[in-house]
């Protein structure tokens, strides 16, 4: 099956800091989420960015599919930054993988 | 309004128990999912549905019984769980054909 992976698979970081999350998949997929898992278990959508790059606010994604994989940036980290950080890619329709996550600790 | 409500947030069941989680969206989403998460691990993919139809069943254990009563509902029908079947228990729709997905707030399930 499709291999989702993730790096670093813990971060963390000075308030204020900057990083970059990776997400690599092994195969061609049609679709790629990011998404930002609270402390509750809510999963919070952040980019639906199958190619190309997108910007909200301190955050930005991009994701070159013909190289298979995806990179988010967090600018000026803030300790509501904290938690687990998924991507999320669609290989078969209606079939959406997991990576494998990065968690992610900002400390003041 | 992007929301997808799962019931009840908590659930403690004993072994013998029968009980059902639920799951509702009112975007007009044509496919729903269940997902299972255990502590510290990415969710996995449980069952799809599509236009009310099972589409995919990733190999469930028939103690898990999902169904599908119309396009905005989701139910996942629970019957002598192991413990080990404890976890975060997710849903979550789309509009189908390689598009946004979104994800309620779970239900944290725990079998005793």
């Known amino acids: 099956g499709i291999q989702v992976e993730q790096s670093p698979p813990d971060l963390i970081l000075q308030e204020g800091a900057n990083s970059t999350l990776r997400c690599n998949f092994s195969d061609s997929v049609n679709n790629l989420q990011w998404f930002h898992q609270n402390p509750w278990g809510q999963l919070i959508n952040l980019f639906y960015i199958p190619s190309g790059t997108k910007q909200n606010g301190r955050l930005s994604a991009t994701t070159v599919a013909t190289e298979r994989y995806s990179l988010l940036y967090i600018s000026s980290s803030q300790t509501t930054d904290s938690g687990v950080y998924f991507c999320?890619?669609?290989?078969?329709?209606?079939?959406?993988?997991f990576g494998t996550g990065t968690s992610l600790t900002v400390i003041p | 309004d992007t929301e997808v409500t799962q019931t009840p947030k908590h659930l403690v069941m004993g072994m013998t128990n029968k009980k059902s989680l639920k799951c509702e969206q009112h975007m007009g989403h044509r496919a729903m999912y269940w997902y299972k998460q255990k502590a510290k691990k990415p969710p996995e993919l449980m069952f799809v549905y599509s236009y009310e139809k099972l589409s995919i069943n990733e190999s469930v254990p028939s103690r898990f019984s999902p169904e599908c009563p119309n396009s905005s509902l989701l139910n996942l029908h629970l019957h002598a769980l192991q413990p080990e079947d404890s976890a975060l228990y997710l849903c979550a729709s789309s509009q189908g054909g390689h598009s946004e997905a979104f994800f309620g707030q779970g239900t944290r399930l725990t079998v005793v």
């Open positions: 999320a890619v669609e290989f078969l329709s209606n079939q959406f993988y």
